[in-house]
């Protein structure tokens, strides 16, 4: 059974940083695509960032770009994401997505599994 479990979230005041992680286990994930959402609260869950089986590939909501670097480390099956000169608004809960296939997707319907999310808060 695969297992995706997010850390790393906590309280920030607006402009600080924090690092997510997405530890896999279960089966290797090394070979699909990796996304992370988000949800705020009264709000859809939103794409934020996803990237390719090999890592070479990106892509960030409009929003993030500049401020948030998504990574992988396939050998230790894990995914990050670096959120700098974080803001009020990109408080929400923060869930990593692994897709069914290495296609490069951003829908949440190409997701397979999902963490059970992680919660970030920023003060302003």
């Known amino acids: 059974q695969v297992q995706l479990v997010e850390s790393g979230g906590g309280l920030v005041q607006a402009g600080g940083s924090l690092r997510l992680s997405c530890a896999a286990s279960?089966?290797?994930?090394?070979?699909?695509?990796m996304d992370w959402f988000r949800q705020a609260p009264g709000k859809e869950r939103e794409f934020v960032a996803v990237i390719s089986w090999s890592g070479a590939t990106t892509y960030y909501l409009d929003s993030v770009k500049g401020r948030f670097t998504i990574s992988r480390d396939n050998s230790k099956n894990t995914m990050y994401l670096q959120m700098n000169s974080l803001k009020p608004e990109d408080t929400a809960v923060y869930y990593c997505?692994?897709?069914?296939?290495?296609?490069?997707?951003?829908?949440?319907?190409?997701?397979?599994?999902w963490g059970k999310g992680t919660l970030v808060t920023v003060s302003s």
């Open positions: 279960g089966r290797t994930l090394s070979s699909v695509t």
């Open positions: 997505a692994a897709a069914k296939t290495a296609a490069l997707t951003r829908d949440y319907y190409d997701m397979e599994y």
